[in-house]
């Protein structure tokens, strides 16, 4: 397995290097970038001769790199569909604004040479994140207020599970009708892991109440599909839905069995293009008397809710390599139960502002407030961009610069690659939900969603490290391994072991133990007891 630098991202306090040119030309370019996206105007022509003066002047100012900065000019380019008869006159304007005299001993490229440092080894360790999820169920707006709804009545209230729950939920209210400048939608996969008791409908069921109140089965989809004509069905009915899907491990488990049925089978590959397909549209499949039906924006959301040990039995290295793993925003919820508390407000009751407050979300964007005008997935929506704020460009920019440079092993690629994805689509959703009169994506809001983003895609790669397997020696190790990792500083003992892992014969365990241990990932110690020694096994 290739090495994974070791990589830890805060929003709004993590900066460039001082001896890091190339991180700072990246940083730089890519606010550009951000800010040409966000109020591109005019005539192609004139608005791409724009841009090149402004890059050509950057590059003489030794503010960018003329080699990247021709590379990105050339990807706006082709972005804005500018005719190509245009690039000779493009690139003529961008020398020209490029050759200012620069100071005597100075070339561009000295000026912008990385200063990479060869002789450092990456380290073996997987990309991290400093926040927890507790730290962010607060980002403001509709979303806090849906959140502290929620979790107002829970016997045992989470945050993190109310907010795991919230956020599909408002993307299927605002759904085709806002998109990011990058043309990203509010379509969201997200499901969250906590044990069992831990109460993991109470945010489900506030939501179907909430539903009914304000008069949303517009946006309420069915809670499993058991075809992928069922799917399409749905969509193309009710294009913004929100499916909230307890056990999803057997959902899971249905889409990705080998055994299954073409229907089943189809249903993981919709759920893929879908999700890619909400800034244009979904064809589907064609059958031999029925030819496929163009579902335009469809913007599916889901929501799932499972134990760890049943969904990571449900899934396999293969939902990582296609791609639909690295689609879901993941809520792992550890630690011990919430305890259990008096409810502040009975369940039944829906207050007339939250009411109005989700309701004004399902007709913002609307133009003439006809609920009906975009919930048809036969016609086409064109959605209001919502620009960056200049916070929110010079944060995503740093964000997009921080992926990049993590060195990745092809295995985890897939997730890291979604990372800036999600971060964008949570900026949007949250900023729309924020204010949806005049919606402008803030950097407050972008902070929040890279810090969500990176611990989701953080998260993500550890347990499908430490999770999936794809034989069942493979599995059996994982299984032991997860028993020690959750036994933290007190370490497990080898008769605990035998007891969580009965069903793991003693030879093989000793194997397992002992390759364990030879791969540096456990460390085995004798611990005095008043008896004899007893083996105790801790994490390396």
């Known amino acids: 397995m290739a090495a994974i630098t070791k990589s830890v991202y805060t929003a709004g306090t993590k900066e460039p290097e001082a001896n890091s ?85 100075y070339s561009i490229r000295e000026c912008f040479t990385a200063h990479d440092n060869d002789n450092d080894e990456p380290q073996d360790q997987k990309p991290t994140s400093d926040v927890s999820l507790s730290d962010l169920t607060d980002p403001g707006g509709v979303v806090s207020d849906l959140v502290d709804w929620i979790v107002s009545s829970a016997s045992r209230p ?17 759904g085709r009708r806002f998109a990011s400048p990058t043309d990203l939608r509010s379509n969201f996969y997200s499901v969250a892991l906590a044990s069992s008791g831990y109460g993991k409908d109470h945010a489900r069921t506030q939501l179907k109440r909430l539903i009914t109140a304000a008069g949303l089965d517009r946006i309420s989809g069915p809670n499993r599909f058991m075809s992928a004509t069922a799917l ?19 959902m899971m488990r249905q889409i990705n069995d080998p055994r299954a049925g073409i229907h089943s089978v189809l249903i993981r590959s919709d759920m893929l293009e879908m999700f890619t397909s909400a800034s244009t549209f979904f064809e589907g499949a064609a059958y031999a008397k029925e030819a496929p039906a163009k579902i335009h924006n469809p913007n599916l959301c889901i929501y799932g809710t499972s134990t760890p040990e049943d969904f990571w039995a449900s899934v396999s290295s293969l939902n990582t390599a296609d791609g639909l793993l690295p689609r879901f925003l993941l809520f792992n919820i550890t630690g011990n139960k919430p305890s259990r508390e008096d409810a502040r407000t009975n369940v039944y009751n829906v207050p007339q502002s939250l009411i109005e407050a989700v309701q004004a979300l399902a007709l913002a964007g609307r133009g003439n407030g006809n609920l009906s005008n975009t919930d048809n997935g036969s016609l086409a929506s064109k959605p209001i961009v919502v620009n960056y704020s200049a916070d929110a460009a010079t944060e995503l920019a740093r964000f997009e610069t921080f992926v990049d440079e993590t060195v990745s092993a092809s295995e985890i690629a897939p997730i890291l690659n979604r990372a800036v994805e999600h971060a964008i689509k949570l900026a949007l959703t949250v900023s729309v939900c924020t204010n949806h009169v005049d919606p402008v994506i803030t950097g407050h809001a972008m902070k929040w969603a890279v810090k969500l983003a990176w611990l989701s895609t953080c998260t993500m790669i550890e347990e499908t490290g430490d999770r999936i397997s794809d034989n069942q020696r493979e599995a059996d190790k994982k299984r032991i391994f997860g028993y020690i990792k959750r036994a933290g500083v007190d370490g497990i003992t080898e008769g605990k072991i035998g007891d969580a892992c009965g069903g793991i014969d003693k030879r093989r ?32």
């Open 21 to 105: 040119d190339a991180k700072e030309t990246a940083v730089k370019l890519r606010v550009v970038l951000l800010k040409l996206q966000s109020n591109w105007s005019g005539d192609s022509k004139e608005a791409a001769i724009t841009a090149a003066k402004y890059f050509g002047e950057l590059v003489a100012s030794r503010a960018l790199y003329a080699d990247i900065t021709v590379e990105e000019l050339r990807k706006l380019f082709v972005a804005k569909k500018i005719d190509e008869r245009h690039w000779p006159d493009v690139i003529k304007t961008f020398e020209i604004a490029s050759s200012l005299p620069l100071p005597e001993g």
């Open 509 to 540: 365990r000793d194997e397992l133990l002992s390759d364990l241990v030879s791969a540096g990932r456990i460390e085995e110690r004798q611990v005095s007891t008043k008896g004899r020694p007893r083996k105790r096994y801790f994490l390396a």
């Open 232 to 250: 399409r069905n749905s969509v193309m009915t009710k294009p913004s839905c929100l499916c909230m899907v307890d056990e999803f491990g057997g």
């Open 158 to 174: 989470s945050r993190e599970l109310a907010l795991s729950a919230v956020l599909p939920f408002v993307g299927a209210l605002i």
